[in-house]
């Protein structure tokens, strides 16, 4: 009975597995997820919620007014199955999932992808549909890891500090983690979904490891920084800047900030952005960063019509 169970647990997530030997044990991580979201909604609490109209489109304004009320008042551990969330942080398709987990299948074994995916989750976080909707998003984060890797010849595993712009609920963070060893991962992002991470994080990565910028936490490898003040990220390094369509979808402000903070110092970038949603001009960014020097690539992601990855070097 017990085999029977786990190939359909199997099959619900691609034919991997999400095994107990790598998940948190819910007895730590329900006490974390409920202390992380007391210290989240406080601190969302104190902060001021008004953004700049120039740094973020109103259909993010609109998410983040229907998205408080759940935050406040109904969030909990099965938080992946919240409409917003889901639609907005949350990669689905399950035709591209497919092709996904082949192309990571011919990179890694099959251990060692149950280990990166599964490693911090825990029971609650993968209930349900969110079982599936976990486990697609997770092989869809790793794929883009390893797309940068094959592109670039640089293994994530090197690589000492990340700058992550758009970081969702913060799964693409915990992956990262289970790949590699950086000592520091900064996720640039809204201010409620900076707690949103917070949440995440401090649940699959455990008390102590995340932090908020301006509250530092000594050997922290997460800190979070919410961008209604961009000013405050001045020293901010990585040397790898990474953004999974989140930098196409913002204005050509927020566009224009980074590239004038110099992509954070990064050596490295790896990009997915949609070619109807962009806020650069067509062949603006690679000429640009051409012109400074980088080596830059750029490929269609052939079963997301329309969609493409961006990877620089210096």
Known sequence: MKNIISQLKSLATGGFSFRDEYLCKPEIALPRFEKALKEARAFYGKKDKKIPSELVHDCWKDNISRLESYFFNQMNADFVSNEIINSTMVFTDRKAHKIEVQNISSALDRNEIDRIVGKGLNAAFIQGKSRRAAAINSIHHLHHLLQFERATGRKISSIKSIVEF??????????????????????????????????????????????????????????????????????????????????????RAIYDWVDACDWFGATNLLLAYNLQWKPWQENELAASLRNKGWRVAEETIPFLPGNFYFFATR
């Not at 900064?186 to 908020?212: H, K, M, N, P, R």
């Open 166 to 251: 758009g970081g969702g609920y913060g799964n693409m963070a915990r992956i990262a983690q289970n790949i590699g060893s950086f000592d520091r991962y900064s996720i640039i992002d809204l201010l409620l979904f900076s707690c949103i991470q917070y949440i995440f994080l401090c649940t699959s990565a455990g008390e102590g490891q995340v932090s908020f910028s301006g509250h530092p936490i000594k050997n922290a490898k997460f800190t979070l920084h919410p961008i209604s003040d961009p000013g405050s990220m001045g020293s901010l390094q990585g040397e790898l800047f990474l953004s999974t369509w989140a930098l196409s979808e913002s204005t």
